[in-house]
């Protein structure tokens, strides 16, 4: 099975800071790789899919980059709506997808 | 409008057995494979399980084989999750989702539901 692994696991920042989240597959996926943001009680929803393509909807602050084994997701000018938990999940060994163990981002 | 929905999550002891619903609306339900994830309280998303469009094909993660089984009805466009021999650490809400309906998005998981809470206790 392919292993994601996250870091950090967690994140203080402040409201209009940048902020990067980095994400290592156990082998490569190619640029097979979805981003999550997840809000406290509520399902997840998908950010960015196939690593840099930001899904229908989702704010340009928000962006992804990688290919291979590691990738980044980066948020620029922090709102607060931002400040929830963020997942990757390879797409590359169907229909496993797995998830990396997520990124509390917080207010500083 | 892609609607799912969960249902069957319960306070169960130990031991015990539940089969978990996901009704879904929407879309063309025989056209998607279906998935589930779950994520234990203030734990992060874990991918329990998938089932083809068909049905004939069924996956599931390593740790969890043996005791979960996806199925699927396509005439009731639902998918259900049993699960036996119920543990603590099966306490998780646990969703139902499917990838989108475009081939960009045909492996990210773009429709989910509101999730199903099951409780293993004694």
């Known amino acids: 099975d392919i292993q994601m692994t996250q870091s950090p696991s967690s994140l203080s920042a402040s409201v209009g800071d940048r902020v990067t989240i980095t994400c290592r597959a156990s082998q490569s996926i190619r640029n097979h790789l979805n981003w999550y943001q997840q809000r406290p009680g509520k399902a997840p929803t998908l950010l960015i899919h196939?690593?840099?393509s930001l899904q229908d909807g989702v704010p340009s602050r928000f962006s992804g980059s990688g290919s291979g084994t590691d990738f980044t997701l980066s948020i620029g000018n922090l709102q607060l709506v931002d400040f929830a938990t963020y997942y990757c999940q390879q797409s590359s060994s169907a229909p496993m997808y797995t998830f990396g163990q997520g990124t509390k981002l917080e207010i500083k | 409008e892609v609607q799912l929905l969960e249902s069957g999550g319960d306070l169960v002891q130990p031991g015990g057995s539940l089969r978990l619903s996901c009704a879904a609306s929407g879309f063309t339900f025989s056209d998607f494979a279906m998935y589930w994830v779950r994520q234990a309280p203030g734990k992060g998303l874990e991918w329990v399980s998938a089932i083809s469009r068909s049905g004939d094909s069924t996956y599931y993660a390593d740790s969890l084989k043996g005791r979960f089984t996806i199925s699927r009805d396509n005439s009731k466009n639902t998918v259900y999750l049993q699960i036996n021999n119920l543990r603590t650490d099966d306490t998780a809400v646990y969703y139902c989702t499917k990838a989108g309906e475009s081939y960009e998005l045909i492996r990210a998981f773009v429709d989910w539901g509101q999730g199903t809470l099951v409780t293993v206790s004694s």
């Open positions: 196939d690593a840099s």
